[in-house]
Each structure stands twice: as structure tokens, then as C-alpha cells.
């Protein structure tokens, strides 16, 4: 199935397949939401009975933009700018404008599965649901669901110019992207969060049933960031609910009601929580609905108890239950490189790596249950002669494009660690955190060497984790050495 959009904010095609909200009809918005704009399009017969029709009229309406194109050439209605040029890198140098003042982009890139998709899947250009079962990729202008069981046959959405592909709901029946509006200055002055939504032509391939595309237009800079567990939210990331400049919160978006509403802590308390600072990575939990962020260089990170955060934490985010909350990490965390810091999560716990942290870098684990670190560890001399020498090799290997730098990966897999680097990864002990080759002092030699640049680890349950490279042949399932 195809569906074809104009602009976002005036949808092209068949006037009769478009259904605008109550918002449409006046010029007066809320003020966290402009408006929001519903395009339905239908398929089979309904389709092509409204395509004769609108040949017909379109004959006729020919002359009509004629002479009409004469009169109004003075009176164009401009175009929605399609530009997304803030930044979304990992440099301490990258930041958006926005409302007047300068603010750290929080965006990170969407989690990778836990498991290998049937599908094809790039982690650069495609998202994936939790279990891997859907596959939704940008390509050619146009939103592509993907079945890893081969059924569906590919649903294809025809999208806007500008729009970037951010989450997959858990079903894998809808997607959320987003293009941001920027003005002069360079401040983002609006954000489209396009929401394409396939859940009735899964129930029935054969339906005529329509399938819908919702567009938000949301005042200032928000960023999506994942869906409900039930579909009827999504997770954002607010820039302008901040009370501070340069502060941000996480909200639900409604997307029955198009309006932004407050997070909810653990307790289902009111979670008024600011942050401020640049998204690490995310990580899915393994035997839960959450997902895990690890945020670096907070500065204004206020807790909704009203105590200061540190440097760096955990934003725990729960998509069944639909709360929040933040896990602050030892106060010698979160001041360092991002391509020095890396979270991953086990069953019962995570763990977060500093090669900056102390003196010579530190490992924290924290407790999932309590939502507490409980223990924290020097890395050893021959973990760090390991990573060092895992970086300098990735660093000096040819072809790599100018500036860059190579990033430390980190997964769990039981009590083992796997660390990754460039086209290399080591494993190590998660308790006394020595590397477990052959030759300890010299555990680069023993290292497990990867098809291609390393993007990403996830822990596949219970079989070891898989080494998401740049080689474009999915992911290495990798298991740990007995000892």
C-alpha cells in the first residue's frame, strides 16, 4: 500500500480523504501545540473511484489555475523549510539554537534489538522494534515497513520532504519522525512530528479500512524518543518545557489529542525533573519495557526532590508502566569524552564505563531493582593497556574520514563484559574486570576481531551479544570464551 503526502502542513490529493482536526479552522493554538493535521487515504476501489473523480475535476479545474495563476502569482503560500541542520553528533562543539539561547541536542541514535532481525536492517538508516519482528527504513522519500516473517509485503508511506525517521512503536505498526522549522537566526521555531500509522491494514491486508498519517506541529524544539508500550503515546523530549534555558524534559505527546502532557515519576507522582547535557547511547532492558539513556556533562540536572544531579546519570525510561526516572552515577562520572563513556544492561543490573572517571577510568554498577548504584571499580592496569591499545589501533587503521575519533562499545552478557573498539572487541571478567584471553598481559593479541567498524553491542538473553558492524552483513552473534 502507498500513501502519498504533500506538505505537512497542506496535504495534496484527494480533498475527500482528508479529514483536518478542530485545530484547522482557527489561527489560535495551544500554546505547547500549534495544530494538528490528520490525512486519511484509502486503498482498493474507494482509491480509484476517487482518482476518476478527481480527474475529472482536475480537467476542468485546469483552466481555471490558469487564469486564477495570473492573479495570485504575488500571494504564494510559502514553503515549510525541510532543513534539519541542528546537530545530532556526538561532539562537545555541536549546538542547536533554539528560543534564544544555545542548548546541548539531546537526540541519540534509536536503540539497537536485542535480537537479529529476519529482515534486512542497516542500524544507520533503519529502526527496528524491540523483538526485531518489524523493519521501517527511509528510502526514495518514502516510509518502508518491513516484515521479518516476509508478510505484508512492505507497506509504503510517501512522506514530506525533511522528515527524519526517530522511533517504532513496540507492535511495529507505527512510526513517528519529525523536521524541525527553523528560522533566520537558526533557532527552532517549530517541530513536525509526522506519525504514520499501519495498525488497521495489519489486522487485514485486504481492508479498505483507511490507514492514517497524523502530523503534530509543535512549538519549539522536540525531538521524538519512543512510543507507549500501548501505542497511544510517544516519548519526547521537550527543549522548551525546560524551566531554564538550555534546559529540557522528557513528556508524553497524546497522540489521540496531539497535546504534550507531564511525566510521571516511579510513584506516579508529578516528575518535574530538568536536564541538561548530550545522550550517550541507548539501550533496551532486557527482561522489561524500559529503555535506558546514559546522559554526560549535566549542568542544570535538578532533581524533582529539588537536590542536584551530577555530571552523569541514567534516565530511565519505563514504556508499560510509563514513568520516569533518573539514576545518578558516582559524582567522577559524566565529565569526560562521549567516545570514552558506554552503558549496557544485564538482567538484574547495568553498568556504566568511564575511561576518565578516577585515575585511570572506573566501571559502576547499578542496581535495576533499586534504581542505585552499588558498586563501583577501578579498572585494573591490564583492562586499560587493552582499551588503549584496542583505540590506538582503530585510530591508525586507513580510511577513515577526517576528525574521526573511535568510540568504546560496552555489552553484558551474565557476569562477563564484552568492550569493543573499531574492528576489535575483548572480553573481560565482570567482577575483577581482567581481560579473558590467553595472554593477559597482552590481551589485544587474543582480541576478536570484526568484519567491519564497530556501531553498536546488544545482549542477545541468555546466548552472548551481537556486534552490530559497519560491513552490512547484520550483526556478529558472539559468545564469550569458557574459563
Same mark, same amino acid.
Given at each position: 500500500?502507498?500513501?502519498?503526502?504533500?506538505?505537512?502542513a497542506h496535504p495534496t490529493g484527494d480533498t475527500s480523504a482528508t479529514l483536518p482536526s478542530a485545530h484547522d479552522t482557527s489561527n489560535e493554538f495551544p500554546p505547547?501545540? #500549534?495544530?494538528?493535521?490528520e490525512v486519511v487515504h484509502r486503498s482498493g476501489r474507494k482509491a480509484r473511484m476517487a482518482l476518476i473523480a478527481a480527474l475529472i475535476v482536475g480537467v476542468v479545474g485546469i483552466v481555471v489555475v490558469v487564469l486564477s495563476g495570473l492573479v495570485a502569482a504575488g500571494n504564494r503560500t510559502e514553503d515549510v523549510a525541510s532543513a534539519h541542520d541542528h546537530a545530532r553528533g556526538e561532539g562537545d562543539d555541536d549546538v542547536t539554537h533554539h528560543g534564544g539561547y544555545e542548548t546541548q541536542p539531546a537526540t541519540v541514535a534509536p536503540p539497537l534489538p536485542g535480537v537479529? @532481525?529476519?529482515?534486512?536492517?542497516?542500524?544507520?538508516?533503519a529502526v527496528a522494534n524491540f523483538d526485531a519482528s518489524v523493519v521501517a527504513e527511509v528510502e526514495d522519500g518514502a516510509l518502508v515497513f518491513t516484515e521479518s516473517n516476509g508478510a505484508g509485503g512492505g507497506d509504503r508511506v510517501d512522506l514530506p520532504p525533511g522528515y527524519e525517521l526517530r522511533a517504532l512503536s513496540a507492535t511495529g505498526t507505527t512510526a513517528a519522525l519529525v523536521r524541525h522549522e527553523i528560522d533566520e537566526a537558526g533557532r527552532v521555531t517549530r517541530s513536525d512530528v509526522l506519525i504514520a500509522d499501519r495498525s488497521s491494514t495489519k489486522a487485514d491486508p485486504d481492508s479498505n479500512d483507511p490507514v492514517t498519517v497524523t502530523i503534530h506541529h509543535l512549538d519549539g524544539l522536540v525531538e521524538p524518543e519512543a512510543f507507549a508500550t500501548d501505542g497511544r503515546s510517544l516519548f519526547v523530549i521537550d527543549h522548551q518545557a525546560g524551566s531554564r534555558p538550555g534546559t529540557y524534559r522528557i513528556r508524553p505527546l497524546d497522540l489521540a489529542t496531539g497535546e504534550l502532557q507531564e511525566m510521571l515519576g516511579p510513584t506516579k507522582e508529578p516528575l518535574i525533573?530538568?536536564?541538561?547535557?548530550?545522550?550517550?547511547?541507548? &539501550?533496551?532492558?532486557?527482561?522489561d519495557s524500559r529503555l535506558y539513556t546514559l546522559y554526560i556533562r549535566q549542568t542544570d540536572h535538578v532533581h524533582a526532590s529539588g537536590r542536584s544531579g551530577t555530571d552523569g546519570f541514567v534516565h530511565i525510561l519505563d514504556l508499560d508502566e510509563e514513568w520516569a526516572f533518573c539514576l545518578d552515577l558516582p559524582s567522577s562520572f559524566g565529565k569526560g569524552d562521549l567516545s570514552t563513556t558506554a552503558l549496557a544492561v544485564g538482567a538484574t543490573r547495568l553498568a556504566v564505563l568511564d575511561l576518565s572517571a578516577g585515575v585511570g577510568g572506573q566501571l559502576a554498577y547499578a542496581s535495576i531493582a533499586d534504581r542505585a548504584v552499588v558498586d563501583v571499580l577501578d579498572l585494573p592496569l591490564s583492562f586499560r593497556r587493552? &582499551?588503549?591499545?584496542?583505540? &590506538?589501533? #582503530?585510530?591508525?587503521? @586507513?580510511?577513515? @574520514?577526517?576528525?574521526?575519533?573511535?568510540? &568504546?562499545?560496552?555489552?553484558?552478557?551474565e557476569t562477563v563484559l564484552a568492550v569493543g573498539v573499531g574492528d576489535a572487541l575483548v572480553w573481560f571478567d565482570g567482577s575483577t574486570l581482567e581481560p579473558l584471553v590467553d595472554d593477559p598481559d597482552n590481551a589485544y593479541r587474543d582480541r576478536v576481531e570484526l568484519d567491519g567498524p564497530l556501531l553498536g553491542l546488544t545482549t542477545m538473553p541468555g546466548s552472548g551479544v551481537l556486534a552490530w558492524t559497519g560491513a552490512g552483513?547484520?550483526?556478529?552473534?558472539?559468545? @564469550?570464551p569458557r574459563h
Open positions: 500500500m502507498t500513501l502519498t503526502l504533500g506538505d505537512a505547547s501545540q #500549534a495544530r494538528t493535521d537479529q @532481525p529476519g529482515a534486512r536492517f542497516d542500524p544507520r538508516t525533573e530538568d536536564m541538561n547535557g548530550v545522550g550517550r547511547r541507548q &539501550v533496551w532492558g532486557l527482561n587493552t &582499551v588503549k591499545a584496542m583505540l &590506538v589501533a #582503530a585510530a591508525e587503521q @586507513p580510511g577513515r @574520514p577526517a576528525g574521526w575519533q573511535p568510540t &568504546v562499545h560496552l555489552a553484558m552478557h552483513q547484520g550483526p556478529e552473534q558472539l559468545s @564469550p
